[in-house]
Nanobody, 126 residues
Framework: QVQLVESGGGLVQAGDSLRLSCAAS????????MGWFRQAPGKEREFVAA????????AYADSVKGRFTISRDNAKNTVYLQMNSLKPEDTAVYYC???????????????????WGRGTQVTVSS
């Protein structure tokens, strides 16, 4: 089992920045590709960003490319999502997810991820 706990959400204004963190425990963190997803009210959960086991490979949704950066610190068992130039449409609950993966994998769909956190709310006001 892998336990994931997100933190860092909050209420910000458009144009502001936030950094989300996801702390993992329970298994060898470096064996897992990690992803961030989000779900806005009335919408399906969608992919935001993913990072490979070593952190060398990353993937982003087009809607956040150039504004968000995913990173990880395997020594701290933590994955981060730096969010800059936030927009009201970024408002959602953000979820961290883990997938036991091959070295370079960066899954961009929900299905491969077997472990999920409970989410952290991000609200961006205009």
């Amino acid at each position: 089992q892998v336990q994931l706990v997100e933190s860092g959400g909050g209420l910000v204004q458009a144009g502001d920045s936030l950094r989300l963190s996801c702390a993992a425990s329970g298994r060898t963190f470096s064996n897992y590709a990690m992803g961030w997803f989000r779900q806005a009210p009335g919408k399906e959960r969608e992919f935001v960003a993913a990072i490979s086991r070593s952190g060398v490979n990353t993937a982003y949704a087009d809607s956040v490319k150039g504004r968000f950066t995913i990173s990880r610190d395997n020594a701290k068992n933590t994955v981060y999502l730096q969010m800059n130039s936030l927009k009201p449409e970024d408002t959602a609950v953000y979820y961290c997810a883990g997938h036991w993966a091959l070295m370079r994998a960066t899954p961009t769909t929900i299905a491969p991820y077997g472990y999920w956190g409970r989410g952290t709310q991000v609200t961006v006001s205009s």
